[in-house]
């Protein structure tokens, strides 16, 4: 089952640090190419320790759209 929310960088301010990766419970977060954060949001659960470390603050928690 989907959590009910979900982490999501902003890629033109991530500046690729890792620490959201390292921070990460569920390893839902690696860094694409060494340019930018990218969420595997099937593994995410919107926890939101990433955004908490993040040095560029570009990390949003949002909620997931319920499909009916």
């Known amino acids: 089952m989907l959590s009910k ?3 999501r960088p ?3 301010r991530c ?3 890792g620490a959201c990766m390292h921070e990460c419970p569920r390893d839902a977060i690696r860094i ?5 954060a990218v969420v595997d949001t099937l593994q995410c659960v919107g926890c939101g320790k990433c955004a908490k ?4 603050d570009c990390i949003a ?4 759209e319920v499909q009916a």
């Open 10 to 12: 902003d890629r033109a």
């Open 15 to 17: 500046v690729s640090c």
């Open 32 to 36: 694409h190419h060494g340019c930018y």
């Open 5 to 7: 929310r979900y982490a």
């Open 61 to 64: 928690i949002l909620d997931r």
């Open 53 to 56: 470390v993040c040095p560029a």
